[in-house]
């Protein structure tokens, strides 16, 4: 339970949390095309005193707290991009108790909790006295706040990457707020993605009809892509998102490329498909078909997790929400930015700090009622490590 003080302090900040909200929401940041959201998070976390906040390669916006050269460390992040390809401010708007904007709930609410709660921890001293500690060697282990990159999409989970790769070994536990305060992601559901492209000498469609067309290529091939059989253990999936090609209406169509993924909350899932998917593009080359085949975007399952830790952060986040929302959230497997350390052996959950819906569509919303149960909820995990 959060003191009284700190209950305190997120009702008088109210307001603002959710000004922030409403601001961040309507910063473009599609995934790897993240670079204003992430300047705006630095400048603000610089103008509310964060002392150390850097942006990483991976145009991760990154605040150690109490973070030593060696000493370990607990990640808390939000990533900073959404879905959606603009690159002009994004459409907001209130209306019946919501906030209405594509990529409000996902990742942006979860990105203002965990910006309040880092200008929590600076204004009220709780990071100068943790750097302090760090700095005598009293502190037994640091936070790391991370507004990340490339969660979405063909982000391909870039910052989580980064961040693996910075502090390595040295990741005692590993939180991402992404998601609504209804489930948590317990597991990773690992995913191969492809850009697959046809190619033909095509021609005009009458003058020299009969010539190999990319796009009915193309269409054979996800024809047997989807009679592909999936295991009948755990769950595995593909998917056929997006297809393109072709000249004009009387053109033979020279090239058509799509992008096509599975997916599997199992290794032994994902190593099905993969032999599978290259037994059907085999078939097709030697058929004489011209494909090429690309990877766009790899996610793992988990590796080893100790099993111990990882129940302690399921009861310690699944009491919490019960707390301050009075209900049990739901478990489930997810591809989320705990993918790469859990296929690490770090233990990894990713939960949410509020409630809407509509994610990954325009019409998606968050319910304002459900913020201060929502931040209350992030303050309480990430306290509960200082």
């Not at 599975?262 to 080359?285: N, P, T, V």
């Amino acid at each position: 339970m959060l003191e009284q003080r700190v209950l305190d302090y997120i009702d008088a900040h109210a307001q603002e949390a959710r000004e922030l909200l409403i601001t961040l929401a309507q910063i473009p940041s599609p995934s790897n095309h993240e670079e204003k959201r992430a300047e705006f998070c630095r400048k603000w976390l610089e103008d509310q005193g964060a002392r150390g906040v850097f942006v990483d390669e991976a145009l991760n916006v990154v605040y150690p707290i109490g973070v030593t050269h060696d000493n370990p460390v607990v990640v808390f992040m939000a990533h900073t991009d959404v879905v959606f390809p603009d690159m002009e401010p994004l459409p907001l708007r209130i209306e019946d108790g919501k906030i209405f904007c594509p990529g409000v709930g996902d990742d942006t609410a979860n990105l203002a909790c965990l910006m309040m709660i880092a200008k929590y921890l600076t204004e009220t001293g709780e990071a100068d006295r943790l750097d302090k500690a760090a700095g005598a060697g009293t502190c037994p282990r640091g936070l790391v706040l991370v507004c990340d990159s490339g969660e979405e999409g063909l982000g391909n989970l870039k910052g989580s990457r980064k961040i693996c790769e910075t502090y390595g070994k040295r990741i005692q536990e590993f939180y991402s707020f992404d998601g609504t305060l209804s489930d948590m992601a317990v597991r990773a559901v690992g995913s191969k993605r492809f850009k697959i492209s046809a190619h033909t000498v095509g021609g005009h469609s009458y003058g020299s009809f009969g010539n190999p067309n990319a796009i009915a290529q193309l269409s054979e091939l996800i024809h047997d892509l989807y009679k592909i059989q999936v295991p009948s253990e755990g769950k595995t999936t593909y998917n056929v998102g997006m297809i393109s090609g072709g000249t004009s209406v009387n053109t033979i169509a020279q090239c058509a490329e799509m992008l096509y993924e599975f997916r599997s909350d199992s290794r032994e899932g994902l190593s099905y498909m993969e032999r599978q998917f290259d037994s059907i593009i085999d078939a097709k080359k030697g058929q004489g078909m011209d494909i090429q085949v690309e990877i766009v975007g790899l996610r793992p399952c988990e590796g080893d997790v100790d099993l111990g830790v990882r129940e302690r952060m399921l009861r310690l986040a699944s009491d919490t929400i019960q707390e301050y929302t009075g209900r049990e959230p739901g478990q489930c497997p997810g591809s989320t930015d705990c993918n790469i350390p859990l296929s690490l052996g770090i233990p990894s959950l990713c939960m949410g700090t509020y409630e809407g819906s509509g994610a990954h569509t325009r019409e998606e919303y968050v319910v304002m009622d459900s913020l201060m149960p929502g931040y209350k909820v992030g303050f309480q995990m990430v306290l509960s490590y200082i």
